[in-house]
């Protein structure tokens, strides 16, 4: 017999244990990504390109599934299918030795990533609104870092002790299959997340679209002589939603993908092969820290935390490009510090900025436009890598100015919240 619901917290604490065993598949493959395909014959361009594209399937294909999220009865399926996808995709990399193959397995993985990401996300804003948003989303964020920690660590540790790739990529098997199994049960013990949402004052649920019982502010029952009411139609997505969009955008576009900088670390010798997962399981670190830290700061003085975030952005390339070890891993750390703020904090304030019945469409279509501006920046920073670095670290830094002057230009605080 299925027992009662669990209180929105261990909601959130479970799905965070779920994304962490997710997070050592995909992050873990992640973390070698760039000297895998170097290693099959890819060039700095194509690596570049490939890992670009990756993020943005990952990104903007959330634009069709963010719409399908906001029908809560498909939420679950979505997030089971997404990630089903990344479960299977990963491991396959370690039987593969073609580098067409390996391309597809890469962009796979992340296809399951658009397919899971706004439905997760839906729910988690659900359970997250009587906690703080920002700490929900920077709590969910900093369990989903155990396994990015974890999962390099098992890879650098299988690629010291063979020599070879394969291994580590079938390892992470383990971990898919373990979260999915976590995945169902939780699924039955929360059918409904949309539960979570607390009451607004007058005591509807937020974004309630009418009260189903009986008396003043129930909706009259229409007769048989007249005809239903044309369906209201979706809120506009409000200016403060596509002023926030183009920020974070340009912000990505000038934003290298660790594919590109650890094919640099390896192809330059600046480190072994095996020690630039453990880099990159560091640099996770410092992104759960940076999650936590950004979105405390978001829940007391809203979207101007975000201000770090083209600074961070701006330092990688002349860090992480540099022929200097340390500098070089100084750019990964500050790139995993970027990340954090990246994927906690700009997802929470998507939430406070959207009307609360498109939430799921909102983050399909702020992923999908950064999304695109990620792959294109991608294209150029490949580019520009085999050309110049220093024109490579000019060019972003020019970028991330671009990005911060649109920010503080528009200011684009919490819709309702700001907080002067």
């Excluded at 014959?41 to 903007?60: D, M, N, P, R, Y």
């Excluded at 009986?214 to 409000?238: D, L, R």
């Excluded at 083209?310 to 330092?315: G, R, Y």
Aim: overall charge positive; charged content about 10%; proline content about 8%.
């Amino acid at each position: 017999m299925t027992g009662p619901p669990l209180t929105a917290f261990r909601f959130i604490v479970v799905f965070g244990i779920i994304s962490a065993l997710m997070d050592m598949v995909y992050e873990g493959a992640r973390s070698v990504t760039g000297p895998f395909l170097g290693l099959l014959g890819a060039s700095a361009l194509l690596i570049s390109v490939i890992t670009g594209a990756g993020e943005a399937v990952a990104l903007v294909f959330r634009l069709v599934f963010g719409r399908l999220a906001d029908r809560p009865r498909l939420r679950w399926g979505l997030a089971m299918t997404g990630y089903g996808l990344t479960a299977l995709s990963v491991p396959l990399l370690g039987i593969t030795s073609a580098l067409w193959i390996a391309c597809l397995l890469v962009l796979a993985e992340r296809m399951g990533k658009a397919v899971r990401s706004p439905a997760k996300d839906t729910m988690l804003a659900e359970a997250g609104t009587g906690l703080g948003r920002g700490k929900a989303f920077a709590f969910h964020e900093a369990l989903d870092q155990v396994g990015a920690f974890v999962g390099p660590l098992l890879i650098g540790a299988a690629l010291s002790l063979s020599g070879s790739y394969g291994p580590g990529f079938l390892l992470l098997a383990v971990p898919g299959a373990t979260a999915m199994l976590l995945l169902f049960w939780l699924r039955k013990r929360v059918p409904d997340p949309s539960l979570y949402e607390v009451p607004a004052p007058g005591g509807e649920p937020a974004g309630a679209q009418g009260s189903a019982g009986p008396g003043p502010s129930a909706a009259p029952v229409p007769s048989a002589a007249t005809p239903p009411a044309a369906p209201p139609k979706p809120a506009p997505m409000p200016r403060q939603f596509w002023m926030y969009a183009a920020f974070s955008s340009l912000t990505m576009f000038g934003y290298a993908t660790f594919g590109l900088l650890s094919f640099h670390l390896v192809a330059t010798g600046l480190l072994p092969p095996a020690l630039v997962p453990v880099l990159y399981a560091v640099a996770m670190a410092v992104d759960a820290v940076a999650a936590l830290a950004s979105g405390w700061l978001y829940d007391r003085i809203g979207l101007k935390v975000l201000l770090a975030l083209p600074v961070l952005a701006a330092a990688v390339p002349w860090l992480g490009f540099s022929n200097s070890t340390p500098l070089a891993v100084a750019g990964a750390l500050v790139w995993g510090a970027a990340m954090g703020v990246q994927e906690s904090t700009m997802r929470a304030a998507v939430a406070e900025l959207a009307p609360t019945g498109r939430r799921g469409s909102a983050y399909g279509i702020f992923t999908a436009c950064y999304g695109l501006a990620w792959l294109a920046g991608s294209v150029l920073i490949g580019l520009l890598y085999e050309q110049s670095i220093p024109a490579l670290a000019v060019t972003l830094t020019v970028i991330q100015a671009a990005a911060l002057a649109i920010f503080v230009a528009v200011r684009p605080h919490r819709a309702g919240a700001a907080k002067e």
